[in-house]
């Protein structure tokens, strides 16, 4: 069975990365499953301080620094329970029955490739626990676990809020098609009213591709709209958000058209830094 998996790191995003895992779960009527990683390079399982400058005679030293190190990846993995704990109970809250909790030692990415064979969607917040206080400043992990996972990812932007609304980036290429089927096929966005927006020039070809694609989405949102903005996607993309009130932010992701290959570069950091609701990426 394919779960919801979301990443709990004990962040502030923490929090939101359940509700909206939480949400998603439920809209999936799939298992949940809460994640926690012990980083290696913060939590050692075991060091080696043999070769280390001026310690190698001092063998009392050497057993203190290891005993040191066990004690704190013991409390790390103490605390990452407690945190598991109190991510369930707040899912518990949420109405989500079935959840499972996994602690893993080792590099998030590694971890999360792992388990991508039994995750339909994967919950993440925008920062992690050592990134800044500053809003819009990314996670280390988030833009290689973009560019690496194969399967849908929601990235959890700022407080939670049930989506009631969602902009589908489309240019009518075969990998957003292959996104509108899914979101077609998906009970995850089904019966929310879908906004389509066209980041190009207007033309009777692109009104033809939009109003196709609204007929697909016909009967899976409960309202479908579509436009079609000229300018840079990065900004292109927000403002129509914003205008319209809208409450998620879909896309695919890589390609070679300038709608698709916005993860390639710095207009990703762009558009994860600076949203203000949260983001479905679609491999």
Not at 120 to 125: F, N, P, Q, S, T
Not at 146 to 155: C, G
Not at 204 to 213: G, I, S, V
Not at 223 to 250: F, K, M, N, T
Request: hydrophobic share 40%; aromatic share 4%; with cysteine.
């Amino acid at each position: 069975m394919s779960d919801v998996l979301a990443c709990i790191d004990g962040s502030p995003a923490s929090q939101a990365v359940c509700d909206y895992a939480a949400w998603a779960s439920r809209r999936l009527d799939a298992a949940l499953t809460l994640l926690h990683i012990l980083d290696p390079q913060r939590y050692p399982q075991q060091r080696d301080f043999s070769g280390s400058i001026g310690l190698g005679s001092r063998e009392h030293l050497l057993d203190e620094l290891a005993l040191l190190d066990q004690q704190r990846h013991r409390l790390a993995m103490e605390q990452g329970r407690l945190m598991l704990e109190a991510a369930r109970d707040r899912v518990h809250t949420d109405g989500v029955a079935q959840v499972q909790l996994r602690q893993r030692h080792g590099d998030l990415l590694d971890n999360l490739l792992e388990l991508q064979d039994d995750t339909r969607l994967l919950v993440i917040g925008r920062q992690g626990a050592r990134s800044s206080a500053h809003l819009q400043q990314l996670g280390s992990h988030l833009e290689s676990v973009i560019r690496a996972v194969q399967r849908p990812i929601l990235v959890s932007c700022g407080e939670f809020k049930a989506p009631q609304s969602y902009l589908l980036a489309y240019d009518g290429s075969p990998t957003a098609q292959h996104s509108l089927q899914r979101i077609a096929a998906s009970p995850l966005l089904q019966g929310l009213p879908c906004h389509l927006l066209l980041v190009g020039n207007a033309s009777d070809t692109q009104r033809a591709l939009l109003e196709d694609a609204a007929a697909q989405l016909a009967g899976s949102a409960s309202q479908v709209s579509w436009a079609i903005r000229q300018g840079d996607v990065e900004q292109a993309l927000p403002a129509y958000q914003a205008e319209q009130q809208l409450d998620l932010l879909v896309m695919g992701a890589y390609g070679h058209s300038r709608l698709r290959q916005f993860l390639l570069g710095s207009t990703t950091s762009a558009l994860l830094a600076s949203s203000q609701s949260p983001l479905l990426i679609l491999r």
